[in-house]
């Protein structure tokens, strides 16, 4: 019995601690998402060429904020690309109609890419993103390929930008969509943030 407790004991002293992964540290190895319920959960690999796998869980409806009617969840998101070149970045993003009804308005969906200061980096629209095809209560997936940008060394955040289908109200983020995942939606930016990467000087992500 104590050599199985102090088998035990050894184990548990060599089990790695995790960084949290919405950080987006550079991993020698894939990371591991940590059990938390609320926050996005990412796993990064690569090191020239980024493959970025983020899964997402559904917020509370519960005093929701009104641009997030119809309730649209984002499921998860995979997103891959060479950030200190230009490159071909490859989008797949996992929707589900969180309504009992299919939704009505047509919605042009954006990735954009902001640097830590909030400086628009790359904006292009997705439109394969469809919200109206989406049928109530069941997940959908959409793929893009973009042309991104080389990216400069520094800290990045992958947001979705979903404006107003009013033209007038386009570029007021007062007035942008929010989806209504868990640590997503930015009320003060109108933006869903996604995912996070950093660039370091070498040209390699830190």
């Not at 996005?40 to 929701?64: D, F, K, M, N, R």
Request: aromatic share 6%; charged share 20%; hydrophobic share 40%.
């Amino acid at each position: 019995m104590k050599t199985a407790i102090l088998i035990l004991t050894v184990i548990q002293s060599l089990s790695p601690v995790f960084a949290p992964l919405h950080d987006l540290v550079v991993p020698q190895q894939p990371t591991k998402p940590q059990a938390s319920a609320s926050a996005p959960q990412c796993v990064t690999i690569g090191v020239t060429e980024l493959t970025i796998t983020c899964s997402y869980t559904a917020g509370s409806s519960v005093g929701a904020d009104s641009r997030t009617a119809p309730r649209i969840l984002l499921d998860r998101a995979v997103i891959s690309f060479i950030p200190s070149d230009e490159s071909h970045m490859s989008i797949e993003l996992t929707f589900k109609n969180d309504t009992g009804s299919k939704i009505a308005d047509h919605r042009t969906v954006y990735l954009a890419v902001d640097d830590e200061r909030g400086e628009n980096h790359m904006r292009r629209s997705l439109p394969r993103v469809d919200f109206t095809k989406l049928e109530p209560g069941r997940l959908m997936q959409f793929q893009e390929v973009l042309l991104a940008p080389a990216f400069s060394p520094g800290p990045y955040i992958v947001s979705i930008w979903i404006p107003s289908t009013d033209p007038l109200l386009k570029f007021d983020p007062a007035h942008n969509f929010l989806l209504s995942s868990n640590g997503v939606p930015n009320p003060a930016t109108g933006l869903n943030q996604i995912a996070k990467f950093a660039v370091a000087a070498s040209g390699r992500r830190k």
